[in-house]
């Protein structure tokens, strides 16, 4: 049976991670105010730029023009791009895109397709570092600070192998974000990049667009700077979902905490009447056997 000193040293260690845990949570919260703010200015922009783009590339009537709106007529090598958080004690956060994306990679390897991984953050690239996956390219710190450079050098190096026929197709696995306790990984497929459909446009699938330059001249460059947008905008989500599962984390933590402090100072306190009851009974017995 442990000693009072015994538990009265751990209930003085869980008090220690218990400041610990609530000031990580502290510190969640005050970067993910900033990084939802930055996400909420930018989200209606990538929103109007990939509506834009998809809208203008639905009129190509010769889509093999452009590299990036022909679909290969055999899949055989897929490259995909998973983001995940570069620290744990978030939860369940980097642990559920992991799955998510091994679930798919499964399923594309059930077809024959050759793979390959880009780990954008720390947590991915280990996990598969030590499967028997490969891991082409591995990035950290994407999410301290979300940034169009970050996001045009990646847009720009998948680009590039997509266009020498080096992968046929790259997706993205990321988590997006619906609401403070809840974020959903997601699989979304970046290039080639697809035309919006006719079902999808509704009412505004017949409207008419003056071009200055040209057409070809204006998706010449708006498809690449489409791969980029949409890479920022995952950045954002991912950098506001890492927070808010950090704060979350640690908030129950800090419960439990609390929990295990008030259950292991019950049990002091039972031990300690224990000791001084067994002491009493020590006296009283010592006293009854002087009287005789």
Wanted: charged share 25%; aromatic share 8%.
């Amino acid at each position: 049976m442990a000693t009072l000193r015994d538990i009265k040293r751990k209930i003085d260690a869980v008090k220690k991670t218990s400041q610990i845990t609530k000031a990580m949570n502290m510190v969640a919260a005050a970067k993910l105010r900033g990084a939802q703010q930055n996400m909420e200015k930018f989200h209606p922009y990538a929103v109007k730029f990939t509506e834009v783009v998809r809208r203008l590339a639905s009129g190509v009537e010769e889509s093999s023009t452009y590299e990036l709106l022909t679909p290969r007529e055999e899949v055989k090598s897929v490259e995909v791009v998973l983001f995940t958080a570069d620290r744990g004690l978030c939860g369940s956060f980097n642990n559920n895109l992991i799955v998510f994306a091994e679930r798919f990679l499964r399923a594309k390897q059930a077809e024959g397709v050759e793979l390959v991984i880009t780990a954008a953050g720390r947590k991915g690239g280990d996990y598969f570092r030590r499967r028997a996956y490969q891991v082409r390219k591995r990035l950290t710190g994407l999410l301290n600070k979300p940034s169009y450079d970050d996001a045009q050098s990646m847009g720009r190096d998948l680009v590039e192998r997509f266009e020498s026929g080096a992968v046929d197709e790259v997706y993205v696995v990321y988590s997006q974000f619906l609401s403070m306790v809840k974020q959903v990984p997601t699989l979304v497929k970046i290039l080639p990049i697809e035309p919006e459909t006719v079902e999808g446009a509704g009412a505004d699938s017949h409207r008419e667009y003056l071009f200055e330059p040209s057409h070809e001249a204006l998706l010449t460059d708006l498809l690449p700077n489409y791969v980029n947008i949409q890479l920022l905008e995952f950045m954002y989500q991912m950098a506001v979902g890492e927070h808010a599962a950090r704060m979350a984390a640690m908030e129950n933590a800090t419960s439990n905490c609390k929990e295990l402090v008030r259950s292991l100072t019950l049990t002091y306190n039972k031990a300690r009447q224990a000791g001084i009851t067994k002491e009493l009974m020590d006296i009283v017995g010592g006293a009854e056997a002087l009287k005789k």
